[in-house]
Structures are given as structure tokens and as C-alpha cells.
């Protein structure tokens, strides 16, 4: 029996409203239309057949190992090959903090778990190609998976991407479009009509974004559960917000099948230059658009988020955290000298769990696991920083030692 036919979906309900449902196909790219006001699109989520859930699917036998299709009874049906996703080390780092270190997945980053999916719905409806408004991990994982099912894929991108994410894009073979930002969307809408491409990105003015997608993040709640138990709390570094609501999900499928007690509390992690989702929990409000300031996070810098996100960190007790550039590097650097190298963004769960305590935030009774979501090739100023030149001479080489506080 091949992974699609082990998938256990039923359909698709929306988070306006549960009595709403929708058959499972063709997976809703455009959020709930039913609950849609003009100012506000729900996204919806896919429904299992949960108690056919087979025996033994979260027997804790340590480390998963690669591959989604461990856990392919609780995603949609996987149509499209993988690339060995997920299995992603969960590192302590003392003070039982853990780290759940993504940046290990093939394209470097917690995006191929999402792509796995988008990219099995789009060879599910047949379609003969992607495309993906974005210029950092989402597009250098979707030109991934697109490659590996035999899919072409458009990637709308700015001229500012990094390095490294250009040097994926142009290995997988993708069409990379470089155009204004707020050009992306309006030509994806366009690509999707006129062309028949599936979307893997967000088309509704609140971030709806693919039905299948977030479903792959709840595979890190499998993971981390299968290795852990449950955390105490869970800080995920948050864009729209489809990671963590991911999580949250992941837990909440546990506790329902009765092999969790509780579900951990879920902190988003935004940087403070904008902040959509902790601006919709401020204002009790299903969604929020916000302006934003500078920021190197560029991976987490929206301007608009997601009822997603806002139901994950409602209901699971926790809270919508902003982080500093300044506390984002720092956190960074913190988890550098641990041996982990992420990009800004990514560091984005620790910098909250560490402002949390430093401003008199609730204590946690049981471990923490900081999600870091990517490589820190993937930083824009990766490779901009060389060393001086030393010469080869024992007094030069010394000085240079002594300098750095290392001593005979």
C-alpha cells in the first residue's frame, strides 16, 4: 500500500466555522469562500478519519528517522515523491531547553515539510506545475519538491534573495521571475488562471494560504513528542503563522487520540518591527495587517497574517511574543556556540523563550523545545564578512590567538 492510500483525510473543514465542510478534492487554495467577508478569508484545515488511527503509529522507539511518510495516516494523501523531510535532530541546549534544529531537512529548512504536501496536492488535481510567491525557503523547497515529482515551477521572487536560495532555485531547474513585492501576488493569481499552476503561497488578502500544506508541520509535534513527551511550551518563530499553528495541531491530534494529556503552550515569536499575529491577540481580533519597520529577519517579516496562528496561541495558553533584531542575534549567537549556525529568522524561538524570562514571564514546569526553522546560509549577509588575512608567522599568528582570549 503506497503512503496516498494510507492517508486517513476525509475532507476539509473550515476554522470559521467547524459545521462547514468541504469534500477533501480539490484542496482549497483560497481559504474557506463561505465564511469569507470582504476583509476577512478563513483558512480551512483537512479532517481525519481519527479513529481509525492504526495501533503503534506513535510507539516512542527514539529518533523517527527521514521521510513524512512515517506518519502518512494523518496527512493528506502523499502523491508526491519525498526528499528524506523531516526525522530532525532535538538537540538540549541545558536548562531543559531543547532545540528542534529544521535547518537539518533537505533544502535546509522547515519548508519541506509543507512542500511534501502542496506538492502532492498539486499532483493529485493533475496539475503540470507550481508557483510560489517568495524569495527565501518557501520557494527554494517548493523548486525542490516540484523538481522531484516531475513538475514545473514559477518562483516570484525579489532581486534581493539570497545567495543561497538563488543557487537553489537554479539547481532544481525553476523559472525565477524577479519582481516588485507587491507585483508577487497579482501575477500568482494570474500564473494560476491563465497557465493552470497549482499556488503553494497565499492568494487571499488574510493569509490563507494551501489547505495540505500546514498539515506537514504537525509532524514536528509527532516528532518531538515521540522523543520528549510534551514539552511544557513550544516557541516557533512565526511569519504567517502556518508552522505553528502546525504544531499546535500535531498536539492536539494527540491529546484527542488519547496518548497525550495535555497540549504544551504555544509561543509565537515576531519581530517587533511588525508583528500581525500579536497584534490580533492584542485586539481579540481573528486576523490583523500591520505596517512594518527594518528588519534582518526578513524570513518572519509580514505585514498580514492568519486566523491560523491566532487560534494556536488562544487556545493552547500561550502567548504572541515580539523579538528585536538585537535579541534575534543574540539568540543566535547563543546557539552558534551550541554548534548550530541558523539565519536570523530561525533563531527567532529562542530570542522569545530567553525575553520571556528575562521580563518575569511564567516559569515552565518541564522541558521547552525552541523551534530553529532554517540555515544560516540562508541569511542575506552570509559570506560578506571576511577575515583579515593573518601572516604566516608564529608572532602574527600568535597576536591573532591572544586577541581572540586564547592563551598559552
Known sequence: MTPAQDSLATGQRSLGDASVRYPLWPPLTRGCPRTATPHLTYPVEVDYAYDDVPAGLFERTGPTGAGLDRWAPLLPPLAAPGLGEGGTPLLPIGDDV??????????????????????SAAV???????????????????????????LRCVVLASAEAPPAVVSFLRAYGAVVLPVPTAARWPLMRQIVDRYGFHPVSNLTDTHTSHAFGPEGYKTVAYEIFTELGVPAAVFVPTGYGELLFGVWKGFTELERLGLAPRVPRIFSCEPSAGGPLAAAVREGRPAATVDTGPTKAYGI?????????????????GDALLVTDEEMASARAELGRQGLWVELSAAAGLAGLRGHRARGGDAFDGPVVCVATSSGFKDLDTGTHPTEPVEPVWEQVDGRLRAAGITA
Request: aromatic share 4%; net charge positive; charged share 25%.
Open 98 to 119: 531543547f532545540i528542534k534544529d529544521e535547518s537539518r531537512n533537505p533544502t535546509w529548512s522547515h519548508k519541506d515539510r509543507l512542500n511534501r504536501c502542496t506538492a
Open 124 to 150: 493529485g488535481v493533475g496539475a503540470e506545475g507550481v508557483v510560489v510567491a517568495s524569495s527565501g525557503n518557501h520557494g527554494a523547497s517548493a523548486a525542490a519538491y516540484a523538481a522531484r515529482a516531475g
Open 301 to 317: 517579516d509580514c505585514t498580514v497574517g492568519g486566523h491560523r496562528g491566532v487560534r494556536a496561541v488562544t487556545r493552547s495558553r
